[in-house]
Protein backbone atom coordinates (compact mmCIF):
# COMPACT_ATOMS: atom_id res chain seq x y z
CA UNK A 1 0.00 0.00 0.00
CA UNK A 2 1.09 3.34 -0.80
CA UNK A 3 0.56 6.60 1.75
CA UNK A 4 0.73 9.86 1.57
CA UNK A 5 2.85 11.75 4.25
CA UNK A 6 2.80 15.47 5.01
CA UNK A 7 5.78 17.70 5.75
CA UNK A 8 5.10 16.51 9.19
CA UNK A 9 5.10 12.65 8.46
CA UNK A 10 1.60 12.64 9.22
CA UNK A 11 -0.66 10.15 6.71
CA UNK A 12 -2.52 12.68 4.87
CA UNK A 13 -5.40 11.60 3.00
CA UNK A 14 -6.56 7.51 3.17
CA UNK A 15 -5.60 6.37 6.56
CA UNK A 16 -5.43 2.77 4.73
CA UNK A 17 -3.79 3.64 1.98
CA UNK A 18 -3.58 3.81 -2.00
CA UNK A 19 -3.15 0.69 -3.93
CA UNK A 20 -0.73 2.12 -6.61
CA UNK A 21 1.42 4.93 -6.34
CA UNK A 22 -0.43 6.12 -9.56
CA UNK A 23 -3.54 6.79 -7.62
CA UNK A 24 -1.94 8.50 -4.47
CA UNK A 25 0.28 10.88 -6.71
CA UNK A 26 -2.81 11.87 -8.39
CA UNK A 27 -4.47 12.55 -4.80
CA UNK A 28 -1.43 14.47 -4.05
CA UNK A 29 -1.38 16.55 -7.15
CA UNK A 30 -4.63 17.33 -7.37
CA UNK A 31 -5.18 20.79 -6.17
CA UNK A 32 -9.00 20.45 -5.55
CA UNK A 33 -8.88 17.19 -3.40
CA UNK A 34 -9.28 17.25 0.27
CA UNK A 35 -5.40 15.54 0.53
CA UNK A 36 -3.89 18.48 -1.05
CA UNK A 37 -5.60 21.00 1.55
CA UNK A 38 -4.47 18.74 3.98
CA UNK A 39 -0.90 19.00 2.78
CA UNK A 40 -0.93 23.03 2.00
CA UNK A 41 -2.50 23.42 5.74
CA UNK A 42 0.49 21.04 7.62
CA UNK A 43 3.27 22.86 5.14
CA UNK A 44 1.64 26.58 6.15
CA UNK A 45 1.45 25.39 9.94
CA UNK A 46 5.37 23.90 10.15
CA UNK A 47 7.64 25.47 12.28
CA UNK A 48 10.93 26.97 11.15
CA UNK A 49 13.82 25.74 13.13
CA UNK A 50 15.70 24.96 9.87
CA UNK A 51 13.65 25.82 6.58
CA UNK A 52 15.84 23.14 4.52
CA UNK A 53 14.44 20.22 6.52
CA UNK A 54 10.82 20.45 5.49
CA UNK A 55 9.37 18.78 2.34
CA UNK A 56 5.97 19.65 0.73
CA UNK A 57 4.72 15.44 1.02
CA UNK A 58 6.75 12.39 0.56
CA UNK A 59 4.39 8.80 -1.03
CA UNK A 60 5.80 5.95 0.78
CA UNK A 61 5.15 2.25 -0.15
CA UNK A 62 4.56 0.46 3.51
CA UNK A 63 4.45 -3.23 3.20
CA UNK A 64 2.61 -5.23 5.61
CA UNK A 65 4.37 -7.43 7.67
CA UNK A 66 2.15 -10.72 9.18
Known amino acids: MFFIFDCMNNV ?3 KKGYLTFK ?6 DNQ ?9 QAYNNRQFINRNDFHFS ?3 KIEKVD
Open 23 to 28: VASRQA
Open 12 to 14: AGN
Open 58 to 60: SIR
Open 32 to 40: SSKVFDQLM
